[in-house]
């Protein structure tokens, strides 16, 4: 694992910096968005992604939101558990303890009926939506335990609630994620972690999406990362006796139903 430190300087002191903020697929779009958001609030970066390219609209948008943010890239792959395990530890022993994990991986949202399914396309939907979230968590969740504070977000959607015709291999992986964040918030919330499940109902007015609308697009449908990003915020801040531990974001232009 390759470990870069941006901007050069060394460390400060633990007692100078909020805490550090993780995102496990800090690209373009959201993940660029929480960098910014989160080292607005005095946090310092830790980006992990399978290229340090990859993860340079973040890098630069945690440095715009504020300069002296320390910012770490990690290289990782969310479809190699153990290897994204060892990354965050690596991580943690260079930098300090993770206090913000958010894991902000999507799986391809391949169309398909469900019989035309292959066994490699379940398989690496759980490893990528479910076994590499569990990976992430369990390399911070017991200094967690121990400090007794953290967060962590595992970005999610609506697929989690309901199977798919169309997309059954999308509407699995999140159903498993959605299992996971459930049942570390069910045995680890009474020890101070904040477990969020977030489902996103919409689509981001991110590059990927762009393209796949390309000029048909309603901007007025799309939600901002900006937007879903501050929703990040105000739920980590919630206080601890009125925690969400499931929190759904869509534009009020969007049509939803269960």
Known sequence: MGHDCTPGS?????????????????????????????????????????SENSAEAARKAALAARPTTQVWHQSAD????????RALLALSADAGP???????????????????????????????EVAGAFAAAKAVLPGMRTRGHGTIFFSSATAAFRGSATHPVYAIGK???????????????????HIV?????CDLDVPIMQGIYGTARDQ???????DVAETYWLTYQQPKGAWSNEVEIRPHTETWTY
């Open 175 to 193: 159903f498993g994620l959605r299992a996971l964040s459930q049942s570390l918030t069910k045995a680890y919330a009474k020890d101070g972690v």
């Open 78 to 85: 969310a479809t190699e558990p153990a290897s994204l395990e």
């Open 10 to 50: 060394a460390l400060p002191e633990a007692t100078e910096r909020p805490g550090i903020c993780a995102i496990v697929g800090a690209g373009q779009g959201l993940g660029a968005a929480l960098a910014e958001r989160f080292a607005r609030g005095g946090f310092d970066i830790a980006l992990l992604s399978r």
């Open 98 to 128: 993770i206090d913000v994990l958010i894991y902000n991986v999507r799986g391809a949202f391949t169309k398909c009926e469900p019989l035309d399914m292959t066994y490699d396309m379940l398989e690496e939907a759980f490893r990528m």
């Open 197 to 201: 499940h977030m489902r996103l109902d």
């Open 220 to 226: 007025a449908g799309l939600a901002d990362p900006n």
